[in-house]
């Protein structure tokens, strides 16, 4: 089931009734059912999975929790095999043998690969990696074992997040469902607003945006350096809308159910650096990534080399795991590399200065836009054949068609719109209190540009190939 679908909605409409209806201490049961039952619906043969790995965790979080201290590290050790091992199995077992063979080839030696060829479940790096956080966490003593085995399996697969996030961590939900909330209309109404922006952002924007970028990126040789480069930035705004889209509707669907989620974007393409952008990109697994991996591995600490090395680490992992690909690898690898120049730079006051004279300011903005784009590429690119073949149109004339011209300029201008004019404008109207009236004005113009302007087909969110 996919947000932006009339499927789910009925779905919902029906999940939300029952669970206003129950009594606040069943409710658990019916998030825990729905979510079980959204899952299944996209393979039930993957509910085996999701299941042994809360199991373990549930179990292993126990054991942490009343192990002497010499013993809670082989526990930890479990869980993050039992977890790493099942996501290298099915995502990325086919990628290294492949790469393997490969190589073999290239040094002239002759491998004949044996791949397993697994269907990815969805959402596993999302579930795996929110359920790691929480072994991680009691380990570390941040938070104490949940002792409830019916809202631990829920932390694991609460359905508004569960296929590709906000990732959650365990700190910051268990508590919410140990208290189920009263039911308050403005639940509904706050909840309802943000997942019909959700819906605009992805029906409205990021879909459209799909039409011209799916072919531009499918045929790159037919179009001209100025088609390629329009596609690239109109790919930046749609992966964005695509994504905080379905941010959005999760957390306006987990709302409306009493929960808050943590947010996950914060206009990203206003980051006047590499580092502020990572801050305001996709920023629980920033976060995540972060607090388990970067600073682990020694953060910050130590002689600069060490920190470069910590950084790169952590971007290249980052970009795999995003997708078991050479072109994540170094998507990965090229943010770690825009990183560790941003830390060399700034620390000598030559990039990145966040107090500067306007003139700067705004030439930051618009450099970190661009290495962004171009980084994007990598990103969107099926394989290192096809990203060569854009780089090559973007920065080397070539002979096109201007096809699809029109809905591209109308794309990019609503997306300087979305980034430059809306947050000043949604802050002058909170200032300004407007009237109601008015708020449900604008709701009803966007709900009416849904209808005329929405495809008929709606695609999926491209976070869940992940």
Known sequence: ??????????????????????????????????????????????????????????VVGLKIQNAPKHHQKKWLLLSLIGNLGVLATFKYFDFFIVSFSELADLLGFTVSPHTL????????????????????????????????????????????????????????????????????????????????????????????????????????????????????????LQIYWDFAGYSNMAR????????????NFDFPYLAGSIREFWRRWHMTLSTWLRDYLYIPLGGSRGKELRVHFNLMVTMLLGGLWHGASWTFVIWGGYHGLLLCIYRYGHGRRWWGIERCNRSVWLTNKITTFFLVCVGWVWFRAESLEDALLIFRGMFWLTPGDTYLLGLSIILLITGLFYHLALPPLLRCMKKMNVAPVWSGLAYACLIAFLIVFTPFEIQRFIYFQF
């Not at 059912?33 to 999975?49: E, H």
């Not at 959700?198 to 945006?209: E, P, S, T, W, Y």
């Open 117 to 236: 060829r697994l269907v990815l479940p969805v959402g596993i790096s999302f579930y795996s990696f929110q359920s790691m956080s929480y072994t991680i966490d009691i380990y570390r003593g941040q938070i104490d074992a949940c002792r409830s085995l019916p809202r631990f399996m829920l932390y694991v697969a609460f359905f508004p997040q569960l296929v590709a996030g906000p990732i959650v961590r365990a700190r910051d939900i268990l508590g919410q469902f140990a208290n189920p909330p009263f039911f308050n209309p403005s639940l509904l109404v706050s909840g309802g607003r943000r997942f019909l922006l959700g819906f605009v952002q992805k029906a409205l924007l990021a879909d459209q945006a799909a039409i011209v970028v799916d072919e531009v990126f499918a045929s790159p040789v037919q179009y001209s350096t100025g088609m390629l480069w329009i596609s690239v930035v109109l790919y930046a």
């Open 252 to 263: 306006g669907i987990a709302r409306m159910l009493g929960y808050e989620l943590p947010t």
């Open 1 to 58: 089931m996919i947000y932006s679908n009339l499927e789910f909605l009925i779905f919902f409409t029906i999940i939300f009734t029952l669970y206003w209806l129950t009594n606040a201490r069943s409710r658990v049961y019916v998030l825990l059912g729905a979510s079980y039952l959204f899952y299944a619906s996209w393979n039930a043969k993957f509910l085996a999975l999701i299941l042994s790995s809360t199991l373990l965790d549930y």
